[in-house]
């Protein structure tokens, strides 16, 4: 409620999925914060600006290329900046990142998973099995062998993505009935660890030898 301007994440879960499944991902959150601070006249110059800042790739629009960079690149540099202790924790659903969401550690609480669960990976599966359909249809009615087959690879990584959410959702169901308490003065390293495989890069954060 302190902050008016630009206000803060409402669940403290922000998604950072390569596609725009959801208003409030960080490719939108990034651009909604360049509206409140420069207005709406400067928000194509100043996503240009950054997306060449980022590195356009191929026939990107400026958000494309500002989504690619948050669900590819942003953690790595995150974590590099904070010394493997990161304050952005990812939650990954694995290599095919089918759903990926960041959570500030300051703003996580017991029902955080509930959330993430009720909010975003429950929704999504819909959305992917409405796309798996949706392929299916698209393969059958391929007017080319050459589109059949674009097609058809699209179906398979979908397909492959809805199995990554699946078996993400079992596992963050259980982690949710436990509803985990933090201590933050037990540091990052080991706080960081009480959430199995759900989080990514997870040795890299907990199995340093250094102390907090």
């Not at 601070?37 to 356009?56: I, R």
């Not at 790739?57 to 290329?65: C, Y």
């Not at 300051?106 to 798996?132: C, D, F, I, W």
Request: net charge neutral.
């Amino acid at each position: 409620s302190r902050y008016k301007t630009f206000t803060a994440d409402a669940d403290g879960i922000v998604p950072i999925i390569d596609e725009a499944w959801f208003a409030d991902d960080a490719a939108n959150r990034v651009r909604e914060f360049l509206v409140a601070v420069w207005g709406t006249d400067m928000l194509e110059e100043n996503l240009v600006w950054l997306a060449e800042s980022l590195g356009t790739k191929g026939n990107e629009t400026s958000l494309e290329t500002v989504r690619r960079y948050l669900s590819t690149q942003f953690f790595k540099d995150h974590l590099h900046t904070y010394k493997k202790r990161p304050i952005y924790w990812l939650f990954s659903s694995g290599k095919l990142r089918a759903f990926e969401c960041l959570v500030y550690l300051h703003r996580y609480n017991e029902a955080t998973l509930s959330r993430m669960r009720a909010e975003y990976v429950t929704p999504l599966q819909g959305k992917l099995a409405a796309r798996v359909a949706h392929l299916q249809d698209e393969v059958a009615a391929a007017p080319s062998t050459a589109a059949r087959n674009k097609l058809q690879k699209q179906l398979e990584t979908a397909k492959k993505k809805q199995a990554e959410l699946a078996a993400f959702d079992d596992l963050l169901r259980h982690y949710a009935d436990q509803r985990i308490r933090l201590d933050l003065d037990d540091g990052v390293k080991v706080n960081y660890g009480k959430f199995g495989d759900l989080l990514a890069e997870v040795k890299a954060v907990t199995g340093d030898a250094a102390d907090d």
